[in-house]
């Protein structure tokens, strides 16, 4: 027998597993280094101990002593010929135990007892399930593509955002997500990770299952083996298309009138300056109608702002009627429109302008249960005769409707060479 237990001495030893052997009565045949470290037993305590002695000291390092205990007696009052349980202690440690009884010399005596610290194992599969759940009811988008650009993995916010299921699409290529004029931009890119090369995040357009096109923002990064070679692209997307549509609403706004839609004065000004840049490269020259409706105010007070409001939008939209498509008619303020004759081989044509705009706006106006008659007062300013900056010719063209005004309304007229006021040194 005493060849038998140093045999199993020198096998207990070998293994980086928590082992004690017990008799049938819970005495202490042998254990192994490990056992004594993982359980943090005093030395002393081993020596002639018993088995129940043993796991009363360590009762106290567990989450569920009783639990624990009440388990203990049960195995050695049935003898089952193998158990295993899950111990989880108060540091955070968890312990797989197996036990299993064995034959020692003809007798069924003998109990082997193994623990093994499957802590790490545990946290890493808490943290992969934690992981999953987290990708599975993420809101974004969340898809994994090899570097063939076949979908691999599919989860609930794709289904959501693109519209297809996780059977539909993986195995299939991610150009079904992708618009014909997106492609080169994708082929780009995965030649970037191919390479090796840093690619975080992007904003482009995919393609819903019925072919709607959705601004995304996406986040992506390589997927890696266990040898750190790339295998595929992680793929995360957020549909931004809201934000993208609030913002450009944003813009427009900015540089646009919000009764009349038309380009409002900062829009007005950025295009006079890329007017005046024009012209000075090209030697061409371009016209300034400053247009304000005559007695305005007092349609206005009569009738009330809401039926003033649709009078100004039928102004503007009888304006955009008589003027090119490469002109500008803006909004100013109240009453006051500016037209942008981009170029004008003479100053013939923005008097030809200028009548017809008179003549349209003179024509009667059907709103409600009214019919309204306004008439119009134009000033003219040429550049680069009446100023060669974006606010001189402003100013200029404002004096000369006024001028009009005071002769009389319903007329045009251009900047003289006496009204003319430059721009501030």
Same mark, same amino acid.
């Given at each position: 027998?005493n060849h038998?237990l140093?045999?199993l001495q020198a096998?207990?030893?070998?293994?980086p597993?928590?082992?004690?052997v017990?008799?049938r009565?819970?005495d202490?045949?042998?254990?192994?280094?490990?056992?004594?470290e993982?359980?943090?037993?005093?030395g002393?305590?081993?020596?002639d101990?018993k088995?129940?002695?043993?796991?009363q000291?360590?009762?106290g390092?567990?989450?569920?002593?009783?639990?624990?205990l009440?388990?203990?007696e049960e195995?050695?009052?049935?003898?089952?010929?193998e158990?295993?349980?899950?111990?989880?202690?108060?540091?955070g440690?968890i312990?797989?135990?197996y036990?299993?009884?064995?034959?020692?010399?003809?007798?069924n005596?003998?109990?082997?007892?193994?623990?093994?610290?499957?802590?790490?194992?545990?946290?890493?599969e808490?943290?992969k399930a934690?992981?999953a759940a987290?990708?599975?009811f993420s809101d974004d988008?969340?898809l994994v593509?090899?570097?063939?650009?076949?979908?691999?993995?599919?989860?609930a916010?794709?289904?959501q955002m693109?519209?297809y299921?996780?059977?539909?699409?993986?195995?299939s290529?991610?150009?079904?997500?992708?618009?014909p004029?997106c492609?080169e931009?994708?082929?780009?890119?995965m030649?970037?990770?191919k390479?090796?090369k840093?690619?975080?995040?992007?904003?482009t357009?995919r393609?819903t299952k019925?072919?709607?096109?959705?601004?995304v923002?996406?986040t992506?990064?390589?997927v890696?083996?266990?040898?750190?070679n790339i295998i595929?692209v992680?793929?995360?997307?957020?549909d931004i298309?809201?934000r993208k549509?609030?913002?450009?609403?944003?813009?427009y706004?900015a540089?646009? !009138?919000s009764l009349?839609r &038309?380009p *409002?004065?900062a829009?007005?000004t950025d =295009?006079l %300056?890329?007017?005046?840049?024009?012209a000075?490269?090209y030697?061409?020259?371009?016209?300034?109608?400053?247009?304000?409706l005559?007695?305005?105010?007092?349609?206005?007070?009569?009738?009330g702002?809401?039926?003033?409001d649709?009078l100004l939008?039928i102004?503007?939209?009888?304006?955009q009627?008589?003027v090119?498509q490469?002109?500008?008619?803006?909004r100013?303020?109240?009453?006051?429109?500016?037209?942008?004759?981009?170029?004008i081989?003479a100053?013939?044509?923005?008097?030809?302008v200028a009548?017809?705009?008179i003549?349209?706006?003179?024509?009667?106006?059907?709103i409600e249960q009214?019919?309204?008659?306004?008439?119009?007062?134009?000033?003219i300013?040429l550049?680069?005769?009446?100023g060669? !900056?974006a606010?001189?010719? &402003?100013? *200029?063209?404002?004096?000369a409707?006024? =001028?009009? %005004?005071?002769?009389?309304k319903n007329?045009?007229?251009?900047?003289?060479?006496?009204?003319i006021r430059?721009s501030?040194?």
């Amino acid at each position: 027998m005493n060849h038998s237990l140093s045999i199993l001495q020198a096998i207990l030893e070998s293994t980086p597993d928590g082992l004690l052997v017990t008799t049938r009565n819970g005495d202490v045949l042998c254990y192994n280094h490990p056992y004594v470290e993982m359980w943090r037993i005093p030395g002393k305590l081993m020596n002639d101990a018993k088995h129940q002695t043993i796991f009363q000291h360590c009762l106290g390092q567990l989450k569920d002593p009783q639990q624990f205990l009440n388990s203990n007696e049960e195995i050695y009052a049935a003898w089952p010929p193998e158990s295993s349980d899950v111990l989880e202690f108060n540091d955070g440690r968890i312990f797989e135990r197996y036990t299993k009884a064995q034959i020692l010399e003809g007798s069924n005596m003998m109990r082997v007892w193994s623990f093994r610290d499957i802590t790490e194992r545990r946290q890493a599969e808490a943290y992969k399930a934690q992981l999953a759940a987290i990708v599975e009811f993420s809101d974004d988008a969340i898809l994994v593509k090899d570097l063939n650009g076949i979908i691999t993995s599919w989860n609930a916010g794709a289904e959501q955002m693109f519209g297809y299921r996780a059977s539909e699409v993986i195995g299939s290529p991610i150009s079904v997500l992708i618009p014909p004029d997106c492609q080169e931009e994708e082929t780009r890119i995965m030649g970037l990770i191919k390479g090796g090369k840093h690619v975080d995040h992007y904003e482009t357009v995919r393609w819903t299952k019925g072919k709607k096109p959705i601004d995304v923002s996406v986040t992506i990064s390589p997927v890696k083996d266990s040898e750190g070679n790339i295998i595929g692209v992680s793929n995360i997307a957020r549909d931004i298309t809201y934000r993208k549509a609030s913002q450009e609403r944003i813009v427009y706004l900015a540089h646009h !009138d919000s009764l009349t839609r &038309l380009p *409002n004065r900062a829009l007005l000004t950025d =295009s006079l %300056k890329a007017a005046i840049g024009n012209a000075r490269r090209y030697s061409t020259q371009f016209a300034v109608l400053f247009v304000d409706l005559d007695c305005f105010k007092l349609i206005n007070d009569t009738f009330g702002h809401e039926i003033g409001d649709k009078l100004l939008k039928i102004v503007a939209e009888r304006m955009q009627s008589v003027v090119r498509q490469t002109d500008i008619v803006s909004r100013v303020g109240g009453d006051e429109f500016v037209v942008l004759l981009s170029r004008i081989q003479a100053p013939s044509d923005a008097a030809r302008v200028a009548e017809n705009i008179i003549a349209t706006l003179s024509q009667p106006y059907h709103i409600e249960q009214h019919e309204l008659l306004v008439t119009a007062s134009v000033g003219i300013s040429l550049y680069p005769q009446s100023g060669k !900056d974006a606010g001189s010719l &402003l100013r *200029n063209a404002d004096t000369a409707m006024y =001028s009009a %005004k005071g002769h009389g309304k319903n007329r045009y007229e251009f900047c003289s060479e006496d009204s003319i006021r430059p721009s501030p040194p």
